[in-house]
């Protein structure tokens, strides 16, 4: 039985190293002025920062029945016999339950996680599951690991600029206006699937902080029983500069030298919500994989 491992560009995971992974990857729509753009294929971080930079009218979709279904067909002529397909949380959007509608066309070849995940952590899941596949586990085994481990992981996002946040009903215009007055940064949470707020700070730096502190936290008391080789911590930005990335990288990691930390940014379809310059990081439970297997 041979089985493929599908996800979305929400993972962070983009189409050149999904290829090096060998997984396969749905690119996410976004749509500019009514115009529908392809993640990785007709639009890029640089393009899309240019747009919101002038504040462009910028919001998400969702891939299509067709995408999905051309996409199953793809995989089967490729000649796979079952696919696990990893979307992005339920609690995020409507594209995972479209995809588990869609697996019903498809009995016992498409399973369709609810993973409850998005970006960093995400991409723990898809790496454990490609992991699981060459242990010869089939897609049923893998859907019911997944969605039993989905909530073993967390994931803490900051933004620079409420704007974003704001046109996406996450935050009240007169809260926006406050919290712009007054420079405060949210520090915000995924535990389950849904974003929530965390904390807040006067400045970014401040935020870095509390989020390495959340994380450590998280370590100690959510998953103080599994060592450092079982924890993944991953770190995500949209940074328009390759320099702020890094730095941002090298802050974590000096703050978990004993962790094999890794960096993917935050794709398009998550950075139209929260900005350039929003950051994240996230620790994960993960299988006892090869070390080195993130190639980030």
């Known amino acids: 039985m041979k089985v493929a491992i599908l996800t979305d560009t929400n993972s962070g995971i983009d189409i050149k190293n999904a290829e090096k992974m060998g997984i396969y990857i749905l690119p996410m729509p976004l749509m500019i002025e009514e115009r529908e753009y392809l993640e990785g294929v007709d639009i890029n971080h640089t393009k899309l920062f240019e747009a919101l930079a002038v504040k462009k009218d910028v ?82 085994q893998i859907k019911e690991y997944l969605e039993k481990t989905a909530y073993d992981s967390s994931i803490y996002i900051s933004v ?14 007169a809260g926006a206006a406050i919290a712009a007055i007054m420079n405060i940064k949210p520090v915000l949470t995924i535990q389950g699937g849904k974003l929530d707020a965390f904390s807040k700070a006067r400045s970014m730096k401040l935020c870095r902080k509390r989020m390495i502190e959340a994380i450590k936290s998280d370590r100690e008391k959510r998953f103080g029983e599994y060592s450092a080789e079982r924890l993944s911590i991953g770190v995500a930005g949209a940074f328009d500069k390759e320099e702020d990335a890094r730095e941002w990288y090298e802050c974590v990691r000096e703050a978990f030298p004993e962790h094999d930390v890794f960096y993917a940014p935050l794709s398009c379809s998550v950075a139209c919500h929260v900005g350039m310059n929003a950051i994240g990081m996230g620790i994960t439970v993960k299988l006892p994989r090869p070390a080195g297997d993130n190639i980030f």
């Open 59 to 140: 919001h998400t979709s969702q891939p299509s029945p067709g995408a999905i279904m051309d996409m199953v067909e793809k995989i089967k002529g490729d000649g796979f016999d079952q696919i696990v397909y990893i979307p992005m949380s339920s609690g995020l959007s409507t594209s995972c339950a479209t995809a588990t509608a869609l697996a019903d066309d498809f009995p016992g070849e498409l399973f369709v996680v609810d993973n409850h995940r998005i970006s960093i952590t995400m991409v723990d899941a898809v790496l454990d599951a490609k992991y699981l596949a060459e242990q010869g586990e089939n897609g049923q």
């Open 160 to 173: 620079d600029n409420l704007y974003y946040l704001k046109k996406g009903g996450r935050v009240t215009p």
